[in-house]
């Protein structure tokens, strides 16, 4: 290879290293939003039902009276 070949070359390696690192990034990224949105899934059915117990218990004392 002649120089400006191999600075091609190892421009190339350089970008491919800095994408592959950039994906690692984003790919731990994204299991963490992941994991974040299951979270706040559950969060979310958790209060659910404490709203719908409470509703209920509202509606009875309000029929009681």
Do not use: F, H, P, W
């Amino acid at each position: 290879l002649v120089g400006s070949e191999m600075c091609i070359r190892d421009r190339l390696q350089t970008d491919v290293a800095t994408l592959k690192e950039q994906n690692t990034k984003l790919s731990d990224e994204n299991e963490l939003l992941q994991l974040e949105a299951l979270e706040n899934e559950e969060k979310q059915k958790d209060a659910s039902t404490t709203l719908s117990g409470l509703l209920d218990k509202l509606q009875s004392a309000q029929q009681a009276n």
